[in-house]
């Protein structure tokens, strides 16, 4: 196995962390990342500490784009986790997020699968994905349990 060339990881990364970084300018301009007074569990990260995440596990699909030879299934997961806080905010409610999730986690499942025959490291960093989306289930069905099904975004 040969190593990486670093543009061939950096530059994806890059990218793929400015895409989001936008993203996020616009969610903010729109007001939409600002969810309504409710209860959170007390296990809630922070705001700032959800977009530390985020922006780390974007870094992280980044490479994995970079790493697999099935960069087309990457950039599926990429997509799915760009457009959640858009379809979540505009459909809104706690049921479109756990369906949201459910799609997600299965999709970066499959594409662990996918990518085990390509590259470890991009298995392992489509992992750390799967693993929040799963403690992201865990938050959303304690709001849930907390406020009810109500719209979250209000």
């Not at 997020?97 to 298995?123: C, D, H, K, P, Q």
């Not at 289930?137 to 304690?142: F, K």
């Amino acid at each position: 196995m040969t190593a990486p060339n670093n543009r061939k990881l950096v530059v994806p990364i890059v990218v793929i962390v400015a895409i989001a970084a936008v993203t996020n300018g616009a969610l903010a301009a729109f007001g939409l990342n600002q969810p309504g007074t409710q209860h959170w569990p007390s296990f809630a990260p922070q705001g700032p500490v959800i977009g530390i995440v985020w922006i780390v596990l974007f870094a992280g699909m980044g490479a994995a784009y970079g790493l697999a030879r099935s960069r087309t299934a990457v950039a599926g997961l990429i997509a799915l986790c760009l457009a959640y806080p858009f379809y979540t905010h505009a459909i809104g409610g706690h049921l479109t997020e756990l369906l949201g999730n459910i799609v997600t986690f299965v999709y970066a499942a499959w594409l662990m699968t996918l990518l085990r025959s390509e590259s470890r490291t991009a298995t392992l960093l489509v992992g750390f994905v799967a693993a929040w989306i799963a403690f992201a289930t865990a938050l959303v069905i304690g709001l849930v349990q907390l406020n009810g099904w109500a719209t979250p975004h209000a």
